[in-house]
């Protein structure tokens, strides 16, 4: 069996840390959208700022999507190789039991 203690504890996300979250991540869009309106710029120039702005929003959440998928899927092979070590132990002392 797997030993629990070497299991690292997850915490579960605060339902405060979460709302600060959206209202900063709201709070940061307005301001963004605020300046890129009243900035003295031409139509285009404004354009161009926008479609900055939305595409970093987006590359953020892809990347931090990204990053969280390589970190599960490295634990996830470490949980297997755990698994199969631990399973060729108790085959082992097994087969040294007969």
Not at 75 to 94: C, F, S, V, Y
């Amino acid at each position: 069996m797997s030993n629990p203690t070497n299991v690292a504890p997850t915490a579960p996300a605060m339902n405060a840390f979460s709302m600060f979250t959206f209202i900063s991540f709201g709070v940061s869009a307005l301001m963004m959208a605020g300046g890129i309106y009243f900035m003295e710029a031409s139509f285009a120039a404004k354009g161009f700022y926008a479609m900055s702005a939305i595409m970093l929003v987006h590359t953020t959440i892809s990347l931090s999507k990204t990053l969280r998928d390589q970190e599960e899927q490295r634990k996830l092979h470490n949980r297997i190789d755990e698994a199969r070590a631990e399973r060729l132990l108790m085959e082992t002392r097994d087969g040294d039991l007969l």
